[in-house]
Nanobody
């Protein structure tokens, strides 16, 4: 089984930046497509970024041009720039049919 651990969340002012990390460990024998998701209070979980095994990325319209996802071996990153209040949510990474525990991102002045 694979374990995923996110880090890098925190409190930031509007317009600020954060970089989230997700480290995969455990029985990793092959690469997996991976995604970053977020869930705000009272809302459904949504996918904001996705990376294929080949390294191709895609983004939701709400974050396109502001967020960037990358991968280095068993770690994926989400660089978040120009953060907005509506980006406030718990952010999760997912891959190998597993979810991380989430990391809170709060954008507030």
């Amino acid at each position: 089984q694979v374990q995923l651990v996110e880090s890098g969340g925190g409190l930031v002012q509007p317009g600020g930046s954060l970089r989230l990390s997700c480290v995969a460990s455990g029985n990793i024998f092959t690469l997996s497509p991976m995604g970053w998701y977020r869930q705000a209070p009272g809302k459904e979980r949504e996918r904001v970024a996705y990376i294929t095994i080949r390294g191709d990325t895609s983004y939701s319209d709400s974050v396109k041009g502001r967020f960037s996802m990358s991968r280095n071996e068993n770690t994926i990153y989400l660089q978040m720039n120009d953060l907005r209040i509506e980006d406030t949510a718990v952010y999760y990474c997912a891959g190998w049919a597993q979810w991380g525990q989430g990391t809170q991102v709060t954008v507030s002045s």
